[in-house]
Structures are given as structure tokens and as C-alpha cells.
């Protein structure tokens, strides 16, 4: 495993009305959840939640926390909401290379180390890189030395037209699947970081020659798709082209913030050349 220097991570922010009503009041109507079906959920009622968003009732740190939870509000947030209601932050923020953490660190080690001879990488909230295999290092053979200063952010790496870009093969797909993945979770986290980060990277240009139909995609009359499970990435690695489907996996009930916004990323084979180049490639 490389474990990747980054700068500080993005903290996502609340919305700038003071006490915790309002920002109840903003995280439902981000959900579309309506005052009686959030008192339903939460075993309150709906004059209750009303009373909290317009300041005339404070409410409880477990019912601050209960009204979170139902609502799928970010750890980190909840924290935020707490402080705005007059209570201490329930969760932790530990670094990731505090010693307390040395049973995390080993264990994403050995997860994205076995994955070899396939990619693997660790992200924050940010998609700032903080640990890959040499299955990404390989992926990014080639790159420009500017694009790999610390910290190393998946996005850019990967939309950036001097970065990863003019090798995929179906960058068209891949940039929407990306750019939409990125607009899920800035809908869900409220994150200004993370909203930045798209505002860049939506406006990296396409590189010169990328094609307005791809493979697989809208390839045009008479092309045969390709029977793909998932959409793949599609690369090219010194002059041969393999295909990936990504998968991330989270923390299950969190209690940090800092595992909350943690995700490993693993890219499995999509074809049966892919798997024997890579095993050959690191054999």
C-alpha cells in the first residue's frame, strides 16, 4: 500500500442561520420530508418539529440526535447541530494517523493490498487520495508530474485533460457517471468543499479527439453494444485497453468523523483480458 500525503480535509459546512431550528428546518426540506412525517419517524409530533425549527421549543440532545438520524444527516453535521442546540459534539474527529486508529489503518491496508494485482485506493469526503495499491500507481503511469502534487485528489486525477482523461476510452460516460455521483453527494452532505470541487472539475474541458460517440455507449446505427454488467471504465495502459466496474464501500454506523467520510474504492476486472494482463503485469 501508498499511503498518500494530503492537506487538510474539506469540512462541510452548515447553512449559515443561527440555532438549531433552522438548521433542521433546511437538512428536512433538503430531504423533502414534510414536519408530520419526520415527528412520525422520530416518535414525536408535528407541533413538536414545528416548535423546534421556529426557535418556541429546545429540544432534547437525544431528540436533536433522533431527528438526525432520521433525516440521514452527515456525522459531521450532527455535530454541528448539537453545538447549535447547546450541547457538546457527540462524535470525535481522530486523525488518521492518531495511534487509536493503528486497527483501522491496518486493516484498510491489508483490504486494498490483497486486492492486488487490482486497483484500490482510500478517499476522504473530498476524494482527496489517502492510501492506493500499486494497482492505481499503475493506472497512473504516464501523468504529469503537477497533477501529482500532494494532495492527490481522484477527481482531478481522473477528469483533468492532462491526467487520466485522454486514455479513457469511454470518457464521455465515465465523466457524466463521475460528475452525477458527485452531485448525489454534495445534495447529501451539504458540502462546500466538495461543491468547489465539482464546480472545478465540471469545467475541465474534454481533451482534443475525444469522440462524440463511444463504444458501448451511443455508438451510432449498426454498432453492437457491448454487454456490460455495470458501466466500465474503459483505459488504455501501454497500448492495450482494460475495462473496470468501480465499487465503494463506507463504515457501517460510524462514530467518528473522520471514519464517517472515509471510502475505499476497488475497481474489479470487467473482462477476462483484463484480468490476465493485470496478473501478468504484476506477476
Known sequence: MTTVPTGTPGRPTAPADQG?????R??????RVSQLELALRAGSSARHVSFVETGRSRPSEEMVLRLAEHLDVPVRERNALLLAAGYAPRYPE????????GALREGMERLI??????????????????????????????IPESLLVPPLNAMRLTLHPEGMAPRIRN?????????EQMERQVALHRSEPLRALYEEVAAYPLPPGTPETE?????????????????PMRIEHEG???????SVSTFNTPMDVTVAELAIETFLPADPATVKYLHALMS
Open 240 to 246: 492495450r485497453v482494460l475495462s473496470f466496474v468501480s
Open 20 to 24: 438549531v431550528g433552522p438548521l433542521l
Open 94 to 101: 481522530t486523525p488518521l494517523d492518531d495511534p487509536s486508529m
Open 215 to 231: 463504444p458501448g455507449g451511443d455508438a451510432g446505427a449498426g454498432a453492437e453494444p457491448s454487454a456490460w454488467f455495470a458501466l
Open 113 to 142: 493490498q490483497g486486492y492486488e494485482p487490482y486497483p484500490a485506493l482510500v478517499m476522504n469526503a473530498t476524494y482527496d487520495v489517502l492510501a492506493a495499491n500499486r494497482g492505481i500507481l499503475m493506472l497512473l503511469d504516464g
Open 171 to 179: 470518457l464521455r460516460a465515465w465523466r457524466g457517471h463521475l460528475l
Open 26 to 31: 433546511a437538512w428536512r426540506e433538503q430531504r
